[in-house]
C-alpha cells in the first residue's frame, strides 16, 4: 500500500516562495505518475504538475508554467514541488498523488485525478496579497 505524506505549506506574501515536499512510502518495483493537485475553496480539484518516474518527462496546468517545478528524489523516494512568484490564486490545499504505470520513458502523465490511485492528505498553501 503506497502512503504519501505531504508537507511545507505555509502561508506566504505575493511573489514569496515555497517547496512543497511529499514522501513515499510502501512502493512496489516499477515507474509511476507522480503529481501534485490543488483544491481551492468552493472549486474543484485540479492537476498543477505531474512527472513520470520511469522518464522523467513532466505536464504543468498553463496557470503555473515558469513558476512551478515538479522534481523526484527517486533513492528517497520524495517528489518536490518548488514555487516561485506566488499569486494570490494559487492558495489551496495542495496534495500528492501517484499511481504505478508501466510505460516508455517518453511517457506524459495528464492531470487526470481519475487517473491517481494513491493521494496524500494535503498541505494548505495560502498567499496574501
Known amino acids: 500500500q503506497v502512503q504519501l505524506v505531504e508537507s511545507g505549506g505555509d502561508s506566504v506574501q505575493a511573489g514569496g516562495s515555497l517547496r512543497l515536499s511529499c514522501v513515499a512510502s510502501?512502493?512496489?518495483?516499477?515507474?509511476?505518475?507522480m503529481g501534485w493537485f490543488r483544491q481551492a475553496p468552493g472549486k474543484e480539484r485540479e492537476g498543477v504538475a505531474t512527472i513520470y518516474t520511469g522518464g522523467g518527462r513532466t505536464y504543468y496546468a498553463d496557470s503555473v508554467k515558469g513558476r512551478f517545478i515538479i522534481s523526484q528524489d527517486s533513492p528517497n523516494n520524495i517528489l518536490y514541488l518548488q514555487m516561485i512568484s506566488l499569486k494570490p490564486e494559487d492558495t489551496a490545499m495542495y496534495y500528492c498523488?501517484?499511481?504505478?504505470?508501466?510505460?516508455?520513458?517518453?511517457?506524459?502523465?495528464?492531470?487526470?485525478?481519475?487517473?491517481?490511485?494513491?493521494w496524500g492528505q494535503g498541505t494548505q498553501v495560502t498567499v496574501s496579497s
Open positions: 498523488a501517484a499511481q504505478r504505470v508501466a510505460a516508455f520513458p517518453n511517457y506524459l502523465c495528464g492531470p487526470d485525478q481519475g487517473a491517481f490511485g494513491y
Open positions: 510502501g512502493y512496489t518495483y516499477g515507474s509511476y505518475c
